[in-house]
């Protein structure tokens, strides 16, 4: 059984009683107190190196000594500050120990010279989870599905700094993705959102179900 350990903003944890990997561990201000100490990952997954993304990726990779897997900028940062670190790039696939992780692009500043934003479609012990990072809605989400067999789209509906709800629910209508979390809202002020309103928008004009989770709450992924 796979979990989605929802910590706040974009960070998020995919756990089995084995085996846990988290996504884009900016820790700070998070709900339940949780520092890089309490997080026991195999891999941090990084989508660009603004803050609110990359946030807290060294201490956490370092001190579960993690694998950390980002685009080759990031890669090698990472490297640089003696952390082990698996570089990939928009388009690229491979086989990890959980499963498999394409690298998707994502519209969006990388925060680091040279780089790209990027989004990760992951295999998660059999659960496919389409993490789109902090993105522009992009008409070539309709290829995503094309090319995995998507599960759960966790989306960005914050909006000023990425999609928002509106763009969001055309997002749903191009990947045809039958199960949604949003992310990336309520952080702050500038990002506020409504997500029950999101859910009902979506959920009357597409045939997803949205799955609102809590900060500092889980979702069993089923
Ligand atoms: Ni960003
Ligand atoms: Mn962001």
Not at 190 to 197: F, N, R, S, T, V
Request: hydrophobic fraction near 45%; glycine fraction near 8%; aromatic fraction near 10%.
């Amino acid at each position: 059984m796979v979990k989605f350990r929802y910590i706040h903003h974009a960070c998020f944890i995919l756990e089995t009683e084995t085996d846990a990997i988290i996504f884009d561990p900016f820790l700070d201000g998070n709900p339940a107190g949780i520092t890089a100490d309490d997080i026991k990952v195999s891999h941090v997954l990084v989508s660009h190196a603004h803050a609110d993304h990359i946030g807290d990726a060294a201490a956490i990779a370092k001190h579960n000594k993690a694998l950390l897997i980002s685009t080759a900028e990031i890669a090698g940062w990472a490297e640089s500050n003696d952390i082990k670190a698996h570089a990939m790039h928009l388009g690229g696939t491979h086989l990890f120990p959980f499963g498999k992780v394409r690298v998707t692009p994502a519209f969006h500043g990388s925060g680091i010279a040279g780089g790209h934003a990027c989004g990760f479609i992951v295999d998660f012990y059999g659960t496919t989870i389409y993490f789109a990072g902090d993105t522009a809605l992009f008409s070539d989400m309709r290829l995503l599905s094309e090319l995995e067999n998507i599960d759960y789209a966790v989306l960005p509906i914050g909006d000023n700094f990425t999609m928002g709800p509106s763009d969001a629910l055309m997002a749903i209508k191009l990947l045809g993705v039958k199960k949604v979390i949003p992310i990336h809202y309520n952080t702050w002020p500038i990002i506020a959102q409504d997500p029950l309103k999101f859910k009902e928008l979506a959920e009357e004009s597409t045939n997803a179900k949205v799955f609102i989770v809590k900060p500092a709450t889980s979702l069993e992924l089923v």
